[in-house]
């Protein structure tokens, strides 16, 4: 638990102005003390520093916290990716759906086009036709 941690636990109520002032002072050293001591190159020289067992048991207690927090991101990230996965896949399906309907109605489209583009010849043999006829009718 860092410095403002320990600070907030810190009850005042049970402590006197000076008691908690002297309280803060100890406990600000003792952050700073243990930060030096992670930079430290005591340990190449062979000088341990002793550490109270109430900070490790925090330090174990903060660092178990820290992991349940991970791995609780972890698994929301996984869920995250997994309704990502099965989003794109139904939306590729979506996509080929579309696609595949939208090639019938080209399909379609064509068919109905080729009917018009052959529609004014279809018309003009009928006009002929019948002007012959009429024409044939006229002459005789």
Not at 64 to 83: C, E, M, W, Y
Request: aromatic content about 6%; proline content about 1%.
């Amino acid at each position: 638990m860092g410095l403002l941690g320990r600070l907030k636990t810190l009850s005042v109520d049970k402590l006197s102005a000076s008691q908690y002032s002297r309280r803060i002072v100890i406990m600000a050293q003792e952050h700073r003390n243990s930060r030096t001591a992670l930079f430290d190159d005591g340990l190449e020289e062979g000088g341990l520093r002793p550490s109270s067992s109430f900070s490790h048991e925090t330090d174990d207690h903060d660092n178990d916290k820290a992991v349940h927090t991970l791995q609780d991101r972890v698994l929301f990230l996984k869920r995250l990716t997994g309704d990502i996965h099965e989003e794109v896949e139904s939306q590729n399906r979506l996509l080929d759906r579309m696609g595949n309907n939208m090639d019938t109605s080209r399909g379609i489209m064509s068919g109905t086009m080729d009917r018009f583009k052959m529609g004014p010849c279809i018309l003009e043999a009928r006009l002929k036709r019948n002007y012959e006829y009429l024409t044939f009718e006229v002459l005789d």
